[in-house]
T-cell receptor, first 113, second 113 residues
Framework: NAGVTQTPKFQVLKTGQSMTLQCAQD?????MSWYRQDPGMGLRLIHY???????DQGEVPNGYNVSRSTTEDFPLRLLSAAPSQTSVYFC????????????FGSGTRLTVV | GDSVTQMEGPVTLSEEAFLTINCTYT??????LFWYVQYPGEGLQLLLK?????DKGSNKGFEATYRKETTSFHLEKGSVQVSDSAVYFC????????????FGPGTRLSVLP
């Protein structure tokens, strides 16, 4: 099915470990982004990309890295996990421009212990 | 900065009751406005949108009107169902290619039979 695919759905990490959250879309969307969702705070933008090879920081980028080598993939890397990074992470894509809205993945629930 | 404020809830209603979830925004430009819905265990789905003043977005019995004079985009439904139980997010994007979302904190709605 066309859409945004996130893996894994659930993950438990120990403090200090690193990992990569995967995101792939098959809609040829140029625009992709990562959000984290925390209770009472809505979704906050971590990093985004307006096309292959182009990335930029969002509201809460510290502790995360991204790269965009292809149009389809936009992985999010946690360099050294901390309990404050316990959250639900959503990847989203769009063909860009105001008003088009996004397609969201189903999320990755990450717990750092 | 740009922001979205919405009633956080939780909101609990009986089936067939009238629903209003208030949303107001602050934006430096001229935003597009959205309502997203998140059902338990799922990602966000676009519910409706409006891109200019006085536009009315509608979907699945839900409606919201873009009110520039009051900077509001309140969500309404005349008769809610148990299946409407979810978290509802108000959001905006600004003009320009690849603009990111600013989300409100979300409003949890529970509809009782």
């Amino acid at each position: 099915n066309a859409g945004v695919t996130q893996t894994p759905k659930f993950q438990v990490l120990k403090t200090g470990q690193s990992m990569t959250l995967q995101c792939a879309q098959d809609m040829n969307h140029e625009y992709m982004s990562w959000y984290r969702q925390d209770p009472g705070m809505g979704l906050r933008l971590i990093h985004y990309s307006v096309g292959a090879g182009i990335t930029d920081q969002g509201e809460v980028p510290n502790g995360y890295n991204v790269s965009r080598s292809t149009t389809e993939d936009f992985p999010l890397r946690l360099l050294s996990a901390a309990p404050s990074q316990t959250s639900v992470y959503f990847c989203a894509s769009s063909y860009g421009g105001q008003g088009h809205g996004y397609t969201f993945g189903s999320g990755t629930r990450l717990t750092v212990v | 900065g740009d922001s979205v404020t919405q009633m956080e809830g939780p909101v609990t209603l009986s089936e067939e009751a009238f629903l209003t979830i208030n949303c107001t925004y602050t934006a430096t430009g001229y935003p597009s406005l959205f309502w997203y819905v998140q059902y338990p265990g799922e990602g966000l789905q676009l519910l409706l949108k409006a891109t200019k003043a006085d536009d009315k977005g509608s979907n699945k019995g839900f409606e919201a009107t873009y009110r520039k004079e009051t900077t509001s985009f309140h969500l309404e439904k005349g008769s809610v169902q148990v299946s409407d139980s979810a978290v509802y997010f108000c959001a905006l994007t600004l003009r320009g290619y690849g603009q990111n979302f600013v989300f409100g904190p979300g409003t949890r709605l529970s509809v009782l039979p």
